[in-house]
């Protein structure tokens, strides 16, 4: 039986650290609303700034993918923190969030999430399986949501980064 317990001990040490999934989830930075009627806008450059700014921020953070919509503001604002961890860009449907597939290819994965002031929260809710966060207003783009994930539990966090 002792010998039991110690091969065990390591192997479900390991399951156990494999089975830690964190979110990282925050909006598009900072788009140009010089044209009302430009459904896909670039970033401006604060917003430029901004997701240079999120890879610094982020910079301890070693990523396993990066996810974003497949809109200007979006890849623009993800593609700072994906070079950094020389990966390429995974583009996701909103409107399918959190879905089976998802959280299997994530589990156990340090992910970003990049989304809008609607899907971000939204998208966070869905991982936590409640209704904690409302919509972000229009002119925050700097909430940081984390959720961590590890086995049955669920936690999260939001932080302002300015």
Known sequence: MIEQVIWEGPFLKEYKEKSTTTYYLIR???K????????????????LKRADNWANVLKDVKFDAVYSTNYNRTKET???????NSLELQFYDP????????LANTKGKN???????????????????E??????????NGNL?????TNDSKTSNVLVIN
């Open 28 to 30: 598009h930075a900072e």
């Open 95 to 102: 409107r399918k969030m959190a879905s089976k597939d998802f």
């Open 32 to 47: 140009d609303r010089s044209d009302k009627n430009n459904r896909n806008p670039h970033l401006t450059e604060k917003g």
């Open 111 to 129: 992910v970003l999430v990049v989304g809008h002031s609607n899907t971000t929260p939204m998208f966070v809710n869905a991982l936590l399986g």
């Open 78 to 84: 993800a593609m700072p923190t994906a070079k950094a």
């Open 131 to 140: 209704k904690k966060y409302d919509m972000i207003d229009d002119n925050n």
């Open 145 to 149: 949501y984390i959720v961590t994930i």
